[in-house]
C-alpha cells in the first residue's frame, strides 16, 4: 500500500457528478465495494487495510498505537488538509491559466471549453464552497506553519516515520495533506513547476519543502509513491 491510496481531488465542477453517480459525496476517490460504495479516504484506508496482509498494513494492531495513528490521521485531514488546500487555491486562482492547464489534464474537450468558458462561476463556487473571503489566507498559512511545527516535534528525536518503525497511515495522511502546500514531484497527477508559480506561491513552496516535516512528507512521496509504468 503506498501514498496513491490518500490522493485526493476535492471537487468543484463537472466531476461532482460521477462522484456521486459512483455513490459517494462530492470529492474523489470512491471506492465501490461489494458492500457499497465508500465515499471519503480515511474510511476507504481503512476498508483496505483490513484486507491486506498483517505485515504490509498502515495501522496498527494493538489499542493503544491504533488510537494514537488514529489520532494522528484526524487530525491532520480535519486541520491541515483543508486550511493546506484552501490557502492553495487562494493563490492559484490568481493565475487562471495556470489552473486550467493543470486542471484540464486528461479531460475531454468539452469538459474543458466548458470550465473555461465558465471560469467565473467556477471562481464564484470555490470561493463559497471553500469559505474563502479577505485575509482567510493568513489564517491558513499560519495553520499550516502550526501543524507542520508540531509534526517536526515528533521528529526531533531523530524517528523514520511518524509512528512506529516503519511507513504507516499517520505518514501517509500527512503527506498526502501537505501535498498542496510542499506541491511533490511524484504525485498521481501533473504539478505546476516552482518557476511557473508567481512569487508568492513559489516562496510558500519552498519555505514548505525546507521545513522538516516539510523534508518528511517529500521523502515519503519520495520512497513510497509508487511511480506508473513507462
Known sequence: MNLSYREERHVQGIHIFAARLAGGGSTVPVLVTPEGAIGESREILSWVDERTPPERRLFPGESGALQEVAGLCRRFDEELGPKGRRLLYVHMLEQPELVLRFNNEGVPPWEERTLRYAWPLFVGVVHRKLGIRPGVELDDEAAVWREFDFVANLLADGRRY??????????????????????????????????????????????????????????????????PAP
Do not use: Q
Open 162 to 227: 511518524l509512528c512506529g518503525e516503519r511507513f504507516g497511515a499517520a505518514d501517509l495522511t500527512f503527506a498526502c495533506m501537505s501535498a498542496s502546500v510542499i506541491v511533490p514531484g511524484v504525485y498521481g497527477t501533473p504539478l505546476p513547476k516552482l518557476e511557473e508559480m508567481k512569487p508568492a506561491l513559489a516562496n510558500l513552496v519552498e519555505r514548505a519543502r525546507e521545513h522538516p516535516a516539510g523534508r518528511h512528507a517529500v521523502r515519503m512521496f519520495s520512497e513510497h509513491r509508487s511511480r
